[in-house]
């Protein structure tokens, strides 16, 4: 937890700090003929990339894109799903199950064909666009999940209690219910944040991602792909720092998850 | 069981409309339609446009087309590409076939990596290298699809030079060799990319399969196996393991549509040609009846396929016969 959670706070800091940190402009081609997929040396620390760029400051800015666009995304699909999960659970029993319905239909719809669809309309995305694609196909589970919490906590004893002594179905679900959903979505969400952060890194890597020249580890990976042999720092720097990321984020939810919420509602959670 | 299917099926039209939807959307809210990209328009009165949009059907009201397009579409008629003179079902029928083949390696050795994999530590769970191994292929969900697969890349075909780095054939051996050397010859292509999907996919089966072992260790009747003096290994295969063969199946089927994105990726990394490469090809090449077609295409195939593994299930064990909330 404690390495999960300095590694990730390391490269949001990077992210954030980006332009201070970075020693050359992520889409200026220095050299194209002396630097062409240089290697790692003192004035370039991880070296550059086909197009003369200098990858240190390229994986710098990349990681404000993908962590900005997963950011986003996440927040985004975390209030949906929640605000959809809590209507679905606090309505009469046949209109819930229709919403649940709903959601259901859109979680065995694959995203990636969303994705598809999407680019071949509006081509390449900008950053903002991608977060809200990402978020839009991405509320379903939360929504699940709130869902079942909302309907397990509502019937337990202390909600029954606070309703028994006049409380309002409003203030029920805000001094009873809320709080309790609060570290099971919080796990959720970091889980749900190295998701996306995956799922963009993958469009950005096939070309469905963000826009040229923007720096994203995924586009880094897809300039880096044909050069892997020759220079493998192109494909070794985005693929640590994703994996970094990815892994770390997901330490963190399964963390959460086992500390906070040894429930029931969770089937192997906790398990080392 | 009549209502759990009626429900279920009602769940899989309603996908298959949003599909057919979809990708029917998509052909008439990309800018143009099929005649205004024609390079044959050059010069042509717009009488004869017109004529020709009649005959292409693009006059008619939009609710009209729509019929017309979902009727195609189960017939089999998906349309005409935009940029290579084919039927959408002649070019989508080839690369599904390639789809097909790559996924279902992936997933064959994907059951059975975490299926082994999977029952060993559930079944030792003091074992410590077990363990290890479980927190190794953890870590592998974790990591994307496409970077292991290039970390594969690295180290299979270029490092040790085992396997060929991408496409699906040698093109020497395709056009000269026997029947055997070319079957040989695909199946060299196929394995890092079916790998790639087995790890990632047999970590989540593993993982299931760790926790429906540890659970079914407990049963009464493996404990009686057990205690009558069976081997170990015997009341694993014969009395445990048979119980968790539906809750695999059930993950697999939560898991297709996730599955889609990532062969549509691997495809892509290592070029086998595919549904994923065509799509992908087709967007770059904004031809969006290829588009929607294969979309249309997938959609259906991954809602009918859980709709099977859902009633298989069903039907295979008795205790899912009692009525219970749907799965999280």
Not at chain 1, 145 to 162: C, G, K, N, Q
């Amino acid at each position: 937890m404690k390495r999960a959670t300095a590694v990730l706070l390391l490269i949001v800091a990077a992210a954030m700090l980006a332009p201070w940190l970075a020693p050359y402009d992520p889409a200026a081609q220095l050299d194209i003929v002396q630097l062409k997929n240089g290697a790692p040396s003192l004035t370039h620390w991880l070296g550059t990339d086909p197009y003369s760029r200098d990858v240190f400051s390229r994986a710098v800015f990349g990681a404000r894109t993908s962590l900005t666009v997963a950011a986003i995304a996440t927040v985004l699909s975390i209030l949906v799903g929640c605000a959809w999960g809590i209507c679905a659970a606090s309505v009469r029993d046949s209109l819930g199950d229709a919403l649940m319905s709903v959601c259901d239909v859109f979680r065995s719809l694959p995203r990636v064909l969303v994705f598809l669809g999407v680019a071949v309309l509006l081509g390449p995305l900008s950053a903002v666009t991608l977060a809200i694609v990402l978020g839009a196909t991405a509320w379903t589970g939360i929504s699940r999940l709130v869902y079942v919490l909302v309907r397990d906590i509502s019937a337990r004893p202390f909600v029954e209690a606070a309703r028994s002594m006049g409380a309002t179905r409003w203030r029920l679900l805000q001094r009873h219910v809320m709080p309790q959903l609060l570290h099971p979505v919080a796990a959720a969400a970091a889980l749900l944040l190295a998701d996306i952060l995956a799922v963009e890194a993958g469009l950005s890597f096939i070309g469905l991602g963000v826009r040229p020249p923007g720096a994203s580890w995924g586009s880094m990976l897809q300039d880096g792909l044909p050069y892997l042999r020759s220079a493998w720092w192109l494909t070794a720097v985005p693929s640590l720092l994703l994996i970094a990321t990815v892994l770390s984020a997901a330490g963190i939810a399964d963390r959460l998850n086992g500390r906070n919420w040894r429930g029931s509602l969770a089937p192997g959670s906790g398990a080392p | 069981m009549a209502s759990f299917l009626a429900r279920r099926l009602l769940h899989t039209i309603a996908v298959m409309v949003i599909a057919v939807t979809l990708g029917f959307a998509l052909v008439h809210m990309a800018p143009g339609d099929a005649m205004t990209g024609d390079v044959t328009q050059a010069g042509r009165s717009s009488e004869a446009s017109a004529r020709l949009r009649a005959r292409a059907g693009l006059d008619q009201p939009l609710s009209t087309q729509y019929v017309r397009f979902v009727r195609g579409a189960l017939h089999g008629d998906l349309g005409h590409s935009l940029t290579d003179d084919q039927p959408v079902v002649t070019i989508l029928g080839t690369a599904l076939r390639n789809s097909l083949a790559l996924a279902g390696a992936g997933l064959l050795a994907a059951i059975t990596l975490g299926m082994v994999i999977g029952s060993a530590q559930g079944w030792y769970p003091a074992s410590r290298s077990f363990r290890l191994f479980g927190r190794a292929l953890t870590t592998l969900y974790a990591v994307p699809e496409f970077v292991l697969a290039i970390a594969l890349i690295g180290v299979l075909a270029y490092g040790a030079g085992w396997f060929p780095v991408g496409g699906m054939n040698d093109p020497v051996t395709s056009l000269l060799g026997s029947a055997t050397e070319r079957v040989a010859d695909v199946l060299r292509h196929l394995v890092l990319p079916a790998l790639t999907l087995a790890l990632g996919w047999g970590a989540a089966v593993a993982r299931q399969q760790r926790a429906a072992i540890a659970e079914s260790a407990r049963i009464d009747f493996v404990r009686t196996a057990r205690a009558k003096g069976r081997s170990e290994f015997a009341a694993l295969v014969r009395h445990a393991l048979p119980t968790t063969v539906a809750p695999v199946i059930a993950v697999i089927g939560l898991m297709l549509p996730a599955m889609v994105g990532g062969s549509v990726i691997v495809e892509v990394v290592f070029a086998w040609p595919g549904l994923g490469v065509q799509v992908v090809h087709a967007v770059a090449q904004r031809d969006v009846p290829v588009v929607s077609g294969a979309i249309v295409v997938i959609s259906l195939l991954v809602a009918t396929s859980s709709l099977l593994i859902d009633v298989v299930i069903r039907a295979a064990d008795p205790r899912q016969r009692v009525a219970r909330p749907t799965n999280t």
